[in-house]
């Protein structure tokens, strides 16, 4: 039985901790005891085995009738009352790397007791000599008492002792030199660093700790001569002294796990460090920003898993007491790392329609500049703690007034970002990636009048599922080629993908535009061999053309498009990305992070490089995308992103054209991600490559254009 890191202040004249009866292999360490009038610690009659180590006192220890007790390492300071005592019949107790203080510490300094005759630092009675040993202590004679009681015959000095027992050859008699110190919690003494005591203790001493009553591993003070056994460097006594934790240097990196699973972490102290650390005298440790600190006991590597994807910073610190006083941290030594989770299709799934009331248990629209709560508490049995951003399918209908919607997480401030744009009377839907935060996402409708709102769940992000890997945008259906023809009313073909990605996909991310509709209706993309389901992607009215992002499951390669309307539609496709296994190189997860909004032309937001103003017919402007903790995204920087989710809008066009999304300084592909038409306002999700962490965004129209871009987050590499 251990009885570890008491700390007890007894009233006057009562024990601290009595062991007794028939105990044995009884530990009491690491302690502090501040008794008054009464030992701090006894071990008593018929108590066999004990061991007493690692412990401060303000008073004394007491053996009474307890054959091998080991008393190793402690502290004593007692105010001139005795020190360690053992009585009775106690053969066989070991007393090593102790300090012993039975001077008057009511003063400045030590001083000689009024009565020397009541401050013997170590008295062994008659019976308890045999095979007892004393050595490798430090006992401060300024009380004037005697050092030893040894067998009834006191020893004012050392070397008297020595002669007559053969005990204590290298026992120390010298001032030890304490140093009081307060914490927070709870007081210790601590030793200046010329101390006798220090690099001088027996390290194979019976109930010698590898850590001392602070917690810090044994340490070297390299000024100091080794004159200890063993690594020649432990101290006598409770706290073991080192080298000063220093400032600057070589910083700790935090980054994720390589093999391990998204959300692990690796937090690396300095490899100028050597571990068990020989020189540092402190504990270290670490602390995931807004969580509990976290002890580096076993050596300089610590690895975690975080709670949800995202950034994920550490500061390192040290703490020279046991955590008795704030750590010490050192901000040098602290870093972040970007944690991305996997994306889990579903097969579309519609979960509000203020229209019917669905989600909201009310048919009412959405008042002007109000907003709307879908709860979203689990998805599939995943509670939605453990969800870190779902898509949506949404689809703003019969708005009464020109707006604009914006779908944010609870929880969080309205943000400046948009989803969907919209005139009155208009159906427009838009994919939105964002954020699950306290169990729900809120809808926005920015305008003067009504609005209904629904919304079909495509997939969520966590820490299962399936990685990500983005694509040089790729046409893989174009119904205007060929001998296919439009889709025809009510109607559906599928469109096979299995030449296209690997066999173990679970979700394709495709841009699928219908143009020259002759009616109006909706399309719905759905995975192949399944029911038609009643979520849609994509409104239109006959004559337009109009794209929308969507994120669809595969079965077999394959995917499902339904013309839902009376009239005929071409239906064009191309494939952003897949998601799959890692073995696939489908290995790249998501970082949530907004609606926040980094580039708008109308007023220079995140665009400082060039004027304000529209993008000139026929050129691009580059988008750098916010909350990346390694801002230089050259070589192989891991949080650097691969590819950004971005939602796209062209605003006040003064010609019809594209908007074309692709890595930066890389070739422009053929594939556009929004389509506009002069004077309109037109949006669209966007999951565009990167490169060196950057992307250009091409105005292929011969008139000009303001554009906005509202992240939603970003992929990054798998660790490696």
């Known amino acids: 039985m251990t009885v570890n890191e008491l700390t007890v202040r007894p009233p006057t004249g009562v024990v601290g901790v009595r062991v007794t009866g028939a105990s044995s292999d009884v530990t009491v ?45 402690n502290t004593l300071v007692t105010g001139c009352t005795s020190g360690i005592t053992v009585a009775g019949a106690s053969p066989g107790v070991a007393i090593r790397n102790n300090i012993v203080q039975t001077a008057d510490v009511s003063g400045s300094a030590p001083a000689a007791c009024a009565d020397p005759a009541t401050a013997t630092a170590i008295d062994l009675a008659s019976g308890s000599v045999g095979q007892s040993v004393a050595d490798y202590n430090l006992i401060d004679p300024a009380s004037g008492g ?41 007081p210790w ?13 027996d390290a194979g001493a019976i109930g010698s700790d590898p850590v001392d009553l602070l917690g810090k591993s044994r340490a070297d003070v390299p000024e100091v001569p080794n004159t200890g056994t063993g690594s020649g460097y432990r101290d006598r006594g409770a706290v073991e002294i080192g080298s000063p934790w220093a400032s600057g240097g070589t910083a700790a990196t935090v980054n994720r796990k390589v093999g391990g699973g998204p959300y692990d972490i690796v937090t690396r102290l300095p490899v100028t460090y050597e571990w068990p650390v020989e020189t540092v005298a402190g504990t ?110 949404v689809t703003v209908t019969q708005p009464t007034t020109a707006g604009f919607l914006t779908v944010y997480p609870n929880g969080a401030a309205a943000p400046t970002a948009s989803n969907i744009n919209y005139v009155a009377k208009e159906t427009v839907p838009n994919l939105v990636t964002v954020p699950l935060t306290s169990g729900g996402i809120r809808f926005r409708n920015s305008s003067s009048g009504t609005a209904h709102v629904i919304a079909d769940l495509q997939g969520w992000f966590g820490a299962s599922g399936s990685g990500f890997k983005p694509l040089t945008p790729v046409r893989v259906a174009d119904s205007r080629e060929g001998t296919g023809g439009p889709y025809l009313p009510d109607t559906s073909r599928q469109l096979d993908l299995s030449s296209k990605v690997p066999a173990d996909t679970t979700a394709v991310i495709l841009n699928v535009t219908a143009t020259a509709p002759t009616t109006a209706g909706v399309l719905k993309v759905f995975p192949g061999g399944s029911l038609v389901p009643l979520a849609s992607n994509l409104n239109f009215v006959a004559g337009q053309t109009i794209p929308n992002l969507v994120m669809v499951p595969v079965v077999n390669g394959k995917v499902n498009i339904y013309n839902q309307s009376s009239g005929t539609v071409h239906v064009l496709a191309d494939l952003a990305g897949y998601f799959g296994s ?40 580059g988008v750098i995308p916010a909350n990346v903790p390694n801002r230089v995204c050259g070589g192989t920087t891991l949080d650097c992103p691969t590819a950004v989710v971005t939602n796209l809008t062209v605003t006040r066009p003064t010609k019809a054209g594209l908007l074309i999304g692709y890595p930066f300084n890389n070739p422009r592909p053929v594939a556009s991600n929004v389509n506009f038409v002069a004077g309109e306002t037109a949006s669209n999700l966007a999951v565009i490559g990167t490169s060196a962490g950057s992307a250009s965004l091409y105005n292929a129209s011969s008139g000009s254009t303001d554009v906005i871009v509202d992240q939603a987050g970003y992929f990054i590499a798998a660790a490696s």
């Open 29 to 73: 360490s690491r302690g502090w005891f501040a008794a008054s009038g009464a030992p701090g610690v006894t071990i008593g009659a018929g108590v066999a085995g004990a061991v007493v180590s690692g412990n401060q006192f303000r008073g004394g220890l007491t053996v009474t009738d307890a054959p091998g007790t080991a008393i190793t390492g």
């Open 146 to 186: 005697a050092l030893y009681a040894w067998g009834g015959t006191d020893y004012a000095d050392l070397a008297a002792f020595r002669a007559a027992t053969g005990q204590g050859a290298h026992d120390i008699a010298a001032d030890p030199k304490l140093k009081p110190q307060q914490g927070t919690e709870r």
């Open 189 to 201: 003494i601590d030793l200046e660093r010329t101390s006798p005591a220090v690099d001088s203790a």
């Open 284 to 393: 270290f440790g670490y602390q995931l920003l807004g969580e509990r600190f976290v002890e580096m006991a076993g050596g300089p590597v610590h690895e975690q898993t975080v709670r949800r994807a995202g950034q994920a910073c550490i500061r390192v610190f040290v703490s020279p007491d046991g955590y008795r006083t704030i750590p010490d941290f050192d901000l040098p030594r602290s870093g972040c790392t970007m944690v991305g989770a996997r994306y889990n299709p579903v097969t579309p799934t519609r979960l509000l329609d203020t229209r019917s009331g669905i989600g909201v248990g009310t048919s009412v629209p959405v008042g002007p500049n109000s907003e709307v709560l879908l709860p979203i508490p689990s998805i599939g049995g995943v509670p939605a703690a453990n969800i870190d951003a779902v898509v949506l399918n």
């Open 582 to 621: 890692a073995a696939s190189g489908a290995d790249q997860t998501y970082v949530p992070y907004g609606p926040r909004r980094i580039a708008d032309t109308r007023d220079g937001t995140g665009l400082s490089y060039r004027p304000v103003g529209p993008v000139d017919p026929n050129s691009s402007i």
